[in-house]
């Protein structure tokens, strides 16, 4: 199973990430509680370099934020809505995963998508059964309401290729708990369905 933790702040979120095991690490470039500057970013992704996918979450961006994402952190990913991509410059060895908050015709989408609520890092959970549909057809990767108590559920009723999570695992709004970051990837890791994917 495929994890990422979004929305870092703080080197002792990355730091227990790292010591768990995820997949991949999520900084935030949108308006949120977990907003955080390129520059600062790229001192959190230091010791993230090379362990893990390091991804730029953006929002509606303009053209100088992704290049400033782009200079200063060096991303392995950017995610942003899927409608967003055909707007901006993005170099060609840039991964793009695209999120999607509602279940389009499968025949537009890319191999590997997130499927989300309509309000990111708001604890709100997504259509799991949308979810599942599209599941079926392309590497999804679920986000939206996640915690470690329903991850376990969401893994089997949706068969996704990964889980991504930020509020689920914070004490307080835009900051993380390392006990829930361990506590969700054993969780996430120990679904059944994980195994196999």
């Known amino acids: 199973m495929w994890i990422k933790i979004c929305g870092m702040t703080s080197a002792d979120a990355v730091a227990c990430a790292l010591a768990a095991g995820v997949d991949a690490i999520g900084f ?4 949120s509680v977990r907003r955080v500057q390129p520059a600062e970013a790229a001192t959190l992704a230091t010791p993230a370099r090379g362990r893990c996918a390091l991804v730029a979450v953006t929002l509606h961006p303009d053209q100088p934020l ?3 994402i782009l200079r200063v952190l060096h ?4 995610q942003t809505d899927a409608s967003d991509l055909a707007a901006l410059r993005l170099p060609e060895a840039l ?3 695209p999120v999607l908050r509602d279940a389009p ?3 537009a989408l890319p191999t590997r998508l997130l499927y989300e609520s309509g309000s990111s890092g708001s604890g709100t959970r997504a259509d799991w059964s949308q979810a599942a549909a599209l599941a079926h057809r392309r590497e999804l990767i679920l986000a939206g309401g996640l915690t470690a108590h329903n ?3 969401a893994i089997d009723c949706v ?7 930020s509020s689920g695992v914070e004490s307080a709004p835009g900051r993380k708990d390392p006990a829930l970051i361990e506590e969700f990837v054993q969780a996430a890791r120990a679904a059944p369905l994980s195994r196999g994917i």
Do not use: C, M, N
């Open 95 to 97: 991964v793009r995963l």
């Open 66 to 68: 992704i290049d400033e």
């Open 28 to 31: 935030v470039f949108a308006s």
């Open 75 to 78: 991303p392995d990913v950017l």
């Open 159 to 165: 068969r996704p290729f990964g889980v991504d999570v």
């Open 105 to 107: 015709d499968p025949a």
């Open 151 to 153: 991850v376990a559920e």
